[in-house]
């Protein structure tokens, strides 16, 4: 049952101890003559479609999607082991240029430093654009890419694109911009066209011994993949209606056999904020719970008892504090 709780009884006020934390890279598997494993930041402006790629090449969803400008706030890391080939796709935020404001610019310049950070330690670099499109928030991502780094354009959502007759010229001029590797029109959702990504990609990655086991999908936790189901849902549900400072910090991950027992606070910045997410007599907040259980369920393989609360807390965004203990990077 996914409930609010009465007044008075509020989820823990210290979510400081629940931070999200990396786990190790485990021990690599021992070297093979011939294998190939390399980093791939995969980068673009906000809404371009980097998390549906990612959740592509990987084959399974662990990069939350929405139409919410910048739904993917961390570093998530998906592998997708092909052959004698180990990709890692590094999902990054959207680098934010439209957000840089009162209540969310710390935020938005934490998004921002893991985006220049994630850039720098990879082999390779997945610059997303919208094929036939290049705006100004496009040229300021460009502007960030290292030069030493081979960097291949995706020119997504090409299916679109009405006349496919446009997109030459367009290449063209994309090519007087940046020296680009490789030039890829390709559509995230077409699995064709996923799938050809990854014999453009690995020429590029360097000649080593794999950094995960075969079967690893990403490095991330089940509590954090956790607390992005949820996220997913609040904005899905939520529409335009709640603003983008909010996020949702779980309290409570207890195993028990094949059961799951979580806890989340979903965080909010003003009291109406508040009951935009509870809804009348709680329905959207119910229908946040019960969607949210349902595909926790199908990507932890396991009953989920699932309970939410709604926290106010007013300028978190914009506080550095505040995004260290809700795991910020």
């Known amino acids: 049952?996914?409930?609010?709780?009465?007044?008075?009884?509020?989820?823990?006020?210290?979510?400081?101890?629940?931070?999200?934390?990396?786990?190790?890279?485990?021990?690599?598997?021992?070297?093979?003559?011939?294998?190939r494993c390399g980093l791939i930041a995969i980068v673009g402006r906000p809404n371009v479609g980097k998390s549906t790629l990612l959740n592509a090449l990987v084959g399974q969803k662990i990069s939350i999607t929405s139409r919410?400008?910048?739904?993917?706030?961390?570093?998530?890391?998906?592998i997708r082991t092909v052959g004698a080939t180990q990709f890692v796709f590094v999902d990054t935020p959207g680098f934010q240029t439209t957000h840089l404001k009162r209540h969310s610019g710390a935020m938005n310049k934490t998004l921002n430093r893991t985006v220049t950070a994630s850039v720098a330690d990879v082999d390779a670099v997945l610059f997303m654009v919208e094929a036939g499109r290049f705006g100004l928030d496009d040229a300021k991502v460009l502007a960030l890419l290292?030069?030493?780094?081979?960097?291949?354009?995706?020119?997504?959502?090409?299916?679109?694109?009405?006349?496919?007759?446009?997109?030459?010229?367009?290449?063209?001029?994309?090519?007087?911009?940046?020296?680009?590797?490789?030039?890829?029109?390709?559509?995230?959702t077409t699995a064709a066209d996923v799938e050809r990504l990854f014999a453009i990609v690995e020429p590029h990655l360097p000649e080593q011994p794999w950094f995960y086991e075969e079967d690893?999908?990403?490095?991330?936790?089940?509590?954090?993949?956790?607390?992005?189901?949820?996220?997913?849902?609040?904005?899905?549900?939520?529409?335009?209606?709640?603003?983008?400072?909010?996020?949702?910090?779980?309290?409570?991950?207890?195993?028990?056999g094949n059961l799951r027992r979580i806890a989340a606070t979903i965080v909010v910045e003003r009291d109406a904020h508040k009951g935009m997410v509870i809804g009348e007599g709680g329905e959207r907040l119910k229908r946040i719970g019960t969607e949210s259980r349902q595909?926790?369920?199908?990507l932890l393989d396991a009953k989920v008892f699932l309970e939410l609360w709604v926290k106010v807390r007013s300028g978190w965004a914009d506080d550095e504090a505040h995004l260290r203990s809700y795991g910020y990077e």
Not at 19 to 32: Q, T, W
Not at 238 to 244: H, Q, R, V
């Open 68 to 78: 919410k400008a910048q739904t993917t706030r961390h570093r998530i890391t998906g």
């Open 1 to 35: 049952m996914n409930t609010t709780p009465p007044p008075g009884d509020e989820a823990p006020d210290d979510p400081s101890s629940q931070a999200y934390e990396l786990p190790p890279i485990p021990s690599a598997p021992a070297a093979v003559e011939g294998q």
């Open 295 to 298: 595909e926790l369920e199908r």
């Open 146 to 188: 290292p030069p030493d780094k081979p960097v291949i354009l995706v020119a997504n959502k090409l299916d679109a694109v009405r006349r496919r007759t446009d997109i030459l010229p367009w290449l063209k001029s994309m090519q007087e911009r940046h020296a680009f590797a490789e030039y890829v029109p390709m559509s995230a």
């Open 216 to 256: 690893a999908l990403t490095d991330r936790s089940d509590r954090f993949l956790a607390s992005e189901i949820v996220r997913e849902k609040l904005f899905r549900l939520t529409g335009d209606e709640l603003p983008y400072s909010s996020t949702v910090v779980i309290e409570k991950f207890e195993e028990e």
